[in-house]
């Protein structure tokens, strides 16, 4: 049977807040393994990579699995955070790539190497669609994607709907490009956004709209991925809503919203959407 595994991050577990004293890393694995999450997700680049081993000892204490979001700033950087990840006993890596072209082509050789790195290691490699990173834009990505068929993706859609200030409803057109990104996604990530704002607060009456949007999205998406996976796949969805500066603040710093309670209401937005499709997929087996 299928299995889906909710993972939050910790850096979204900060606060960074002049107003209130930052959580410690025990405090943060403690709420999130009470919470019923799977795992954490750890965020580093090479130089952090010793302060992150520090914290296998939490990952077994609360019994959490590990994701890795790593930050290579060269493509040598990734063969020590393949390592690092492996020595997490990780459930993949997701790659937020510091090295940039302009040309998609010209990125062809070091996403082809990486992916090599990885298989190597059999460790799952995937790439974040992410702003101020390689899949900053969401034309470079589709284009890249045709370049490189074999590469993965972690849609964090967010992104796309900043970088290309799309409209509610969306575009047929616009819609037509996610569904591609979609269909390339092993992994999903909990963050919802409007054409202006990278992440919104999924309570705010005028965010409905967008909140309906990606719910959408990661029905769609979640349904492609179960349609291609085997029987005894594990999904990982991603909770991640940042602290400040994605988090929006008041002229105190004072953020406008819980972050922590709303991860709460994703995680059981991505569950609900599971037994939807679960449900689904029985009603059409009976059918059949």
Known sequence: MQTLEIYQS?????????????????TSFAMVADAGFDGMCL???????????????????????????????????????????????ASMVNVISGVVTI?????VPVVRQWIDEAHDRRMPLLFETHRDGLLNDLYYTLQLMDLVP????????SH??????????????DQMYIESVLRRSDCFQGRVANREQVQIQIN???HQQWVDIFRSWWKAGIRMWRERNTFDATLV???????????ITDAAQNELSDRWQEALQIRDWVREIWAELEAESELTSNSA
Do not use: H
């Not at 796309?160 to 057109?173: G, I, L, S, T, Y």
């Open 103 to 107: 040309r998609p082509e010209d990125a």
């Open 10 to 26: 910790l850096w979204a577990m900060q606060l960074r807040s002049p107003n209130v004293p930052e959580r410690t890393d025990e």
């Open 43 to 89: 965020d580093p680049s090479v130089s952090e990579i010793p302060v992150n081993l520090e914290k296998q000892g939490l990952f077994e204490k609360y019994g959490l699995g590990c994701m890795v979001n790593a930050f290579p700033d060269s493509p040598g950087d990734m063969g020590p955070l393949l390592d690092f990840a492996t020595a997490m006993n």
């Open 204 to 206: 705010f009456p005028q």
């Open 160 to 173: 796309f709907v900043v970088d290309r200030e799309m409209r509610a409803p969306v575009p047929q057109k």
């Open 150 to 157: 074999e590469m993965r993706l972690c849609a964090d859609l």
């Open 237 to 247: 969805f991603l909770c991640e809503l940042g602290p400040p500066p994605y988090a």
